[in-house]
């Protein structure tokens, strides 16, 4: 998988459709899944954003914690518990869901923020 990276702002339209940069998509492309996974970031005002990787990482990860763990819980509930999976339309946009809008604060604009292999998306002026 190519690296996530760099800084992007696009603009959410009506709809509440907002593009993805194609840098982004091209990287997350390849899985079963043509979109990405979205989930609150649990230390920043925004949203974390993997692909389909990501997410199998993290499904791993858990079978290396002791079975009904506190870590296994937390872990399970802190990522995959509040992620959504959003597909990309035609055209590479996503719809975030009014929740995760609303969690990271973010109207009109988003920021995508580029992490390695994840990035996260903000209010604009969250972000700087």
């Not at 791993?60 to 296994?72: H, I, N, R, T, Y």
């Amino acid at each position: 998988m190519a690296a996530l990276i760099g800084r992007h702002v696009n603009r959410i339209d009506k709809k509440g459709r907002v593009s993805v940069p194609k840098p982004f998509r091209d990287a997350l492309t390849g899985g079963t899944f043509a979109g990405l996974y979205v989930f609150p970031s649990f230390k920043f005002p925004a949203l974390e954003a993997c692909g389909e990787a990501f997410i199998d990482r993290i499904v791993a990860s858990l079978d290396e914690l002791d079975m009904f763990s506190d870590e296994q819980d937390d872990l399970a509930a802190t990522i995959l518990e509040n992620s959504h999976a959003l597909p990309f339309d035609p055209e590479g946009r996503i719809v975030l869901p009014a929740e995760l809008v609303a969690y990271a604060g973010i109207s009109g604009q988003a920021a995508f923020v580029g992490r390695g292999t994840r990035f996260q998306i903000w209010a604009p002026k969250a972000h700087d």
